[in-house]
């Protein structure tokens, strides 16, 4: 694809990336017929071949409305297209920066950036969103049913895995006695935001099966979210800030020898790859941010290496719908990882309609862009169901918070379910 960069825009980071990607692309449309937005909407600017029109007459220097926005916000970025494209087209990577661009250029009305400040307001802090969602918890019973649907129900810390994930300071401890301390090999976790607080016992079932392998997991205090909310609104400055206080949170445990950044949810992975080329052209932190990329480890990559006999798996006979996430399969090229890894433990998988395809979640997007959501999210709920499975299991919080509030079926993270299979002597 030909292009003439506009001049007020020539010399802008990330420029020479997005002509790059606009030059790989032969507009031949295969990537339509894998978005979930074009085969639910059916118009060409609701699809990866227009949107990439649409940023590229952004970049040329043509006039852009709020329409124009309105399409680049309707794509959920589940990258479905990236798998499909025959040339490699960095969509999602372009997309970003048509969204940055254009959150400069057009103002949205008051009630959009009202929605998008809260968001970035109190998602990603930990302490903003629990103390929110523990008010909303409490008030779920009155509520109305479309509102109490999107609050999930209180989750109890398990009391069976306390000791399986320590803290900096409990390493730090001239008193720390943890069994942790006798493990040879060392691991950090992404403890994040939204998934500390609403399923917290998702790390706790990473921890006690890491430790069952020997392998000890360190929680750092200091590290939060991992920057995606922001960055997928058009904020990369804030998006960035949290990627250099996450590093710089880490650096001292990576310094120690920690080998990989265990990730339970797989939306935030992406993100945390990415740091380096996000970061490349900062001085201070390209090195760090190019090796904390290296090391972030989806909990799938970590478990496929490792021989999982020691854990003694014994699953129960249920059958289990398997969702694989957008950012599993399309944003890190996993797909297959867990089923695999389930089927060889002795789960049994339920046959699934269009795995390729977005649940609707998308981080923000369901908030966002309700109405498309909950019609993705039926659809995918049909899928998933279609074999008659015990339960729906996944590897990310959103995924996981959004299918939930309209299964018949408890949904669960896949991680738990391995962690429930172990023998008690593990």
């Not at 795995?355 to 109405?371: F, Q, R, V």
């Not at 169901?385 to 015990?390: H, I, K, T």
């Amino acid at each position: 694809m030909q292009t003439r960069i506009a001049p007020e825009y020539a010399d802008l980071p990330g420029i020479d990336t997005a002509d790059a990607i606009l030059r790989s692309c032969v507009h031949c449309g295969f990537c339509n017929a894998t978005c979930p937005t074009y085969l639910e909407l059916g118009d060409e600017r609701d699809g990866p071949r227009g949107r990439i029109y649409l940023i590229k007459q952004l970049l040329e220097g043509y006039d852009v409305t709020t329409r124009t926005q309105t399409h680049l916000d309707r794509c959920l970025t589940c990258r479905n297209c990236e798998t499909t494209c025959p040339s490699g087209v960095q969509y999602g990577r372009l997309l970003d920066i048509g969204r940055d661009l254009i959150e400069r250029q057009v103002r949205r009305p008051v009630r959009q950036r009202l929605a998008r400040w809260l968001l970035k307001l109190i998602v990603p802090h930990r302490r903003r969103f629990g103390t929110l969602l523990f008010v909303g918890q409490l008030l779920r019973p009155v509520l109305p049913a479309p509102l109490r649907a999107k609050i999930p129900p209180r989750r109890r810390r398990s009391s069976a895995t306390p000791g399986n994930i320590r803290t900096s300071a409990d390493r730090d401890s001239a008193s720390s006695t943890s069994s942790a301390e006798t493990r040879p090999r060392r691991m950090l976790v992404l403890d994040g935001c939204v998934q500390a607080v609403a399923t917290p016992h998702t790390n706790e079932a990473a921890g006690r099966v890491l430790a069952g392998l020997d392998i000890a997991l360190e929680s750092v205090p200091g590290a939060g979210c991992c920057g995606a909310l922001a960055y997928h609104l058009g904020d990369h400055r804030a998006a960035l800030r949290y990627a250099r206080r996450n590093i710089d949170a880490w650096w001292p445990g990576i310094a120690r020898g920690a080998e990989a950044i265990a990730i339970t949810a797989s939306g935030c992975a992406p993100m945390i790859k990415d740091y380096g080329e996000l970061l490349a052209g900062d001085p201070a932190y390209a090195e760090k941010a190019a090796r904390v990329a290296a090391l972030g480890k989806d909990i799938s990559e970590i478990l496929r290496t490792e021989d999982l006999a020691p854990l003694r798996l014994d699953p129960p006979p249920s059958k289990v719908a398997f969702h694989c996430p957008c950012t599993l399969q399309h944003g890190q090229k996993l797909g297959g990882v867990v089923e695999t890894i389930l089927t060889d433990s002795g789960f049994e998988l339920a046959a699934t309609k269009d795995p390729h395809l977005c649940c609707g979640s998308a981080g923000t997007y369901s908030l966002l862009e309700p109405s498309l959501s909950r019609t993705l999210l039926g659809k995918k709920l049909a899928a998933l169901s279609a074999d008659r499975p015990d339960l729906i299991a996944t590897a990310n919080v959103g995924c996981q918070l959004h299918m939930e509030s309209a299964a018949e079926l408890p949904v669960r993270h896949w991680i738990e379910l391995v962690n429930e299979a172990m023998g008690e002597e593990t």
